[in-house]
C-alpha cells in the first residue's frame, strides 16, 4: 500500500473528531449519539490494547482509520485524543 498523503490523513482525521463530538451534541438524535459513544469504545479499544483482529473491524467499519493509521502524525493525534481526557480522570492526575 502506498503511503497516505498528510492532506488526506488529516482531513480524514478532522472528519473523525467531527464524529466523535457527536456523542456530546445534545442537538443530534440519541442514535447518532449512541453511535459515537459506540466508536469511540472501540477506538479506544483498538489505540489501548494492540488487537490486530479489532483494528480490521475498526478500519472496515470507519475506511478513514486506515488513512490516519497510515501516517504517524494523525496516528499519534487520535490516541492523544483518545487518551488525554480518560487518562486523565481516570489516573486522578492533576488537581480538578
Not at 482509520?65 to 487518551?83: K, M, N, S, V
Amino acid at each position: 500500500a502506498e503511503p497516505q498523503a498528510p492532506e488526506q490523513a488529516w482531513q480524514a482525521m478532522a472528519e473523525l473528531e467531527a464524529q466523535l463530538a457527536r456523542a456530546n451534541d445534545f442537538a443530534a438524535e440519541e442514535p447518532v449519539r449512541q453511535a459515537a459513544a459506540v466508536l469511540r469504545q472501540m477506538l479506544l479499544a483498538v489505540v489501548h490494547e494492540s488487537n490486530p483482529a479489532l483494528m480490521q473491524f475498526a478500519q472496515a467499519a470507519n475506511p478513514d482509520l486506515q488513512r490516519i493509521w497510515a501516517f504517524e502524525p494523525t496516528r499519534r493525534h487520535l490516541i492523544g485524543l483518545l487518551g488525554g481526557p480518560a487518562t486523565e480522570s481516570a489516573s486522578g492526575a492533576g488537581g480538578s
